[in-house]
């Protein structure tokens, strides 16, 4: 595999799509078993069963564990946000940085609570990328670098990845992602992020058809959807993606930034994100014709619309939970109880 440090083109990104693991079907089989034997009704625990076998069939073993979680929030700025598409200004990508720092942030609550380790990546926030409305937002090298920082997030030994993201400005990059790959007007994907009105949401829509318009003949290929619509950290997001696919470790993703950050992948080759769980459903409204598109399901509603991987450390709350139960549960046999339909 091409070390992610030296990765600098497109066609690089592409050649490591190229080896995608596939799903370990062996480990998913032992875990389904295990969860037919556990004193309960079949099928009983809902979610929290399939939580545990989609653990297993990612990380490929049995029993799956969830000890060390591990979260990795991107941060990056946007020169888009100088046109007033955010409630709050740009400065506050890098003050918040400095808040997950200090601990004082939603993430860091959630993180301790799950015990898991907090990462944060500033990624260039005094060097905004371009406005999408002018100009493409990165240049190849650019995006293909920020896919790469995101790759050597993946540390060894993690069991599960939340990811996440700052960046004032990004839930306009996230929409503008969603019509460069999907299509429809940008108003079908636009929300009130951080709390905009009417008005400046229909100058945000404005300004992403703008993008879409001025960008329309570089949109077949996903990567330039990135490159030219997007941001660093989401590029990010996707490199931490593909790279936690070969490094055989599930990833939970969070709220619309996220997962538009996926879609791009997804656009690739569907498959590319088979082991991502998408942690919540956020109160932004593209996300719900986002998970349509690409056929996934959310864990939760509940209306959350912060980003930070906030979402995603609540699923790693439920993962546990679900954990717990598949490993820790008696079966059948173990525990003396009668099956379906056995007398005793
Ligand atoms: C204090 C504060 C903390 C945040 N934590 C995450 N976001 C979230 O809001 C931003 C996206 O919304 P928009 O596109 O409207 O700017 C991202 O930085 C996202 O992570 C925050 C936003 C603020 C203001
Ligand atoms: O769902 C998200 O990712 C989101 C929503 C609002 C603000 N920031 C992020």
């Excluded at 990546?121 to 371009?130: I, Q």
């Excluded at 992602?177 to 992020?193: E, I, K, R, T």
């Excluded at 709220?255 to 082991?275: E, M």
Aim: hydrophobic share 45%; charged share 20%.
């Amino acid at each position: 595999m091409t070390a992610a440090e030296t990765i600098v083109r497109f066609d690089e990104i592409r050649d490591l799509m190229k080896s995608l693991l596939p799903p370990d079907e062996e480990a998913a089989v032992i875990a389904r078993n295990r969860q037919a034997q556990l004193t309960k009704p079949a099928g009983s625990l809902g979610r929290l069963e399939d939580m545990a076998v989609w653990l297993a069939t990612w990380q490929g073993r049995n029993p799956p564990s969830v000890e060390r979680p591990y979260t990795a929030v991107f941060a990056g700025n946007h020169g888009i946000a100088g046109k007033g598409v955010s409630a709050y200004p740009a400065e506050v990508t890098a003050q918040m940085v400095r808040n997950f720092i200090d601990g004082g942030a939603a993430v860091n609550q959630l993180c301790s609570l799950a015990n898991a380790d907090l990462r944060v990546y500033e990624m260039a926030l005094d060097e905004p990328t371009g406005d999408m409305s002018e100009g493409p937002a990165m240049d190849e090298e650019d995006c293909a670098r920020a896919m790469a920082y995101g790759m050597m997030a993946v540390e060894g030994g993690i069991d599960v990845l939340a990811l996440g993201e700052m960046g004032i400005g990004n839930t306009t990059a996230a929409a503008a992602l969603c019509c460069g790959l999907y299509g429809g007007p940008a108003a079908d994907w636009v929300g009130p992020g951080t709390g905009i009105d009417a008005a400046r949401m229909a100058e945000k829509a404005r300004l992403i058809d703008q993008a879409v318009a001025l960008h329309r003949d570089g949109l077949d290929d996903p990567l330039e959807v990135l490159r030219r619509l997007g941001g660093r950290e989401l590029a990010a997001i996707a490199g931490a993606i593909l790279a936690a696919r070969m490094a055989r470790t599930p990833v939970l993703l969070d709220g619309y930034a996220c997962t538009a950050a996926a879609a791009v992948l997804h656009a690739l080759d569907p498959r590319a994100i088979d082991h991502c769980l998408v942690s919540h459903v956020s109160a932004e409204p593209g996300h719900k014709h986002l998970l349509q598109r690409i056929g996934k399901e959310a864990l939760v509603d509940l209306g959350l619309r912060l980003g930070e991987a906030s979402g995603a450390m609540v699923a790693v709350l439920l993962l546990k939970a679900a954990v717990a139960c598949h490993n820790g549960m008696a079966t059948f046999a173990e525990a003396a109880v009668s099956g379906p339909g056995e007398t005793s």
